[in-house]
């Protein structure tokens, strides 16, 4: 279940919002490991500071989520929260946080949310995994600059959107604006109930033009048809639709993952969208050169009965996300493969915000 240590933190290797990476000595091991705090929670760990930590993850070698935890700052506990919220997520747990949501009743803006019902028609682009936020990124920005794109975190993957450098990365660089953390997850700027409020919250909050909506990092699989965290992504289809949205569907394709199931379309997309989603989406088919081209051209056709298939050239695409990675300074990764190793990846994420951009 849990592996429980104590360690002491040697130095503050580095920190982005709402998180610090830590040298720390673990107790009866040799050498120091990485660990992760996240200060809304336990506080600020220095240097020579006694911490209670979650081994677990480290232990497993563990990639996206291969860090010690901090649970506490014993000897040194934080102040007590003061303020307004009444939502509480990650119940139950020893670390459930109590946080204001958008839409309780404490809220300034329970009232536009009360009876809130409808998207008007705003593009809800979906991925499954966390690393397409940056390329559907770059390919919106680059057709429409200025674009006012908010990001919906469910919480199929990490639970705090601190753990997201990312998110961090992306708002300095003004290409995003904002996060909202929805169902069990938490830490946005905005947090909200469900995936319904929350987009909604994003509309008519924080003004989005498009929302991104894709699990945090760290997402789940067994190998098993349904036993994946994104799933999700076919329910968020749904919630983009049920509201009035525009729901964008964004194909997970890869060249380079060694495992069969996921070399073309995935079969998470091919779940997701053709037996999930309830509702029509535009499913964006990236043109890709060759043969693996036309392979991911025939496997996206399994989903026309469903959805409406739009076929979107990736021609300029790549020296798009070479120019955000440098202008942004975030590292497109995915599953520890980079742009060069695996391009289809990342050229479908952006065709996806191409042809978002087209929409408004």
């Known amino acids: 279940m849990i592996r429980w240590r104590k360690g002491r933190v040697e130095r503050v290797r580095r920190e982005w919002a709402g998180a610090l990476e830590l040298e720390v000595a673990v107790q009866g091991e040799d050498g120091t490991a990485r660990a992760l705090a996240y ?57 459930q946080a109590t946080l204001l949501g958008a839409d309780e009743q404490d809220s300034p803006h329970h009232e536009v949310l009360r009876e809130a019902d409808s998207l008007d028609g705003m593009p809800v682009v979906v991925a499954d995994l966390h690393s397409a936020l940056p390329p559907i990124l770059a390919g919106l920005l680059a057709e429409r600059p200025g674009t006012r794109v908010v990001y919906v975190m469910p919480d199929g993957g990490a639970l705090p959107a601190w753990f997201s450098m990312s998110i961090s990365q992306l708002k300095d660089a003004g290409a995003l604006a904002a996060t909202v953390t929805v169902g069990q997850a938490f830490g946005g700027d905005l947090e909200a109930v469900t995936v319904h409020t929350g987009l909604l919250a994003a509309r008519l909050v924080l003004d989005a033009e498009v929302v991104i909506l894709a699990q945090g990092p760290g997402n789940l ?27 964008v569907a964004s194909l997970r394709v890869s060249e380079g993952d060694r495992r069969e199931r996921h070399v073309g379309v995935s079969h998470h997309s091919l779940t997701a969208y053709g037996r999930v989603a309830l509702a029509r989406a ?7 050169p060759g043969g693996f081209g ?33 202008a942004w300074g975030v590292r497109l990764s995915t599953m520890g493969r980079r742009l060069d190793e695996d391009p289809a990846y990342f050229l479908t994420a952006a065709a996806a915000g191409r042809h978002t951009a087209s929409l408004l």
């Open 221 to 247: 699989g067994t190998g098993t048809r349904w036993g994946f965290s994104g799933v999700s992504a076919g329910e968020a289809v749904n919630a983009a639709a049920v509201l009035s949205g525009r729901p």
């Open 294 to 326: 036309a392979r991911v051209a025939e496997q996206a056709a399994a989903l026309a009965h469903r959805h409406d298939l739009v076929h979107v050239p990736v021609d300029g695409l790549r020296e798009a996300l070479g120019e955000a990675e440098r």
């Open 282 to 288: 535009d499913v964006v088919v990236p043109g890709l």
């Open 39 to 95: 200060p809304a929670l336990v506080g600020r760990p220095e240097p020579g500071d006694t911490v209670l930590l979650n081994t677990t993850a480290l232990a497993m070698g563990l990639g996206t989520g291969g860090y010690a935890m901090v649970v506490a700052v014993p000897d040194r506990l934080p102040p007590d929260p003061s303020g307004p919220g009444h939502l509480v997520k990650a119940r139950y747990t020893p670390l």
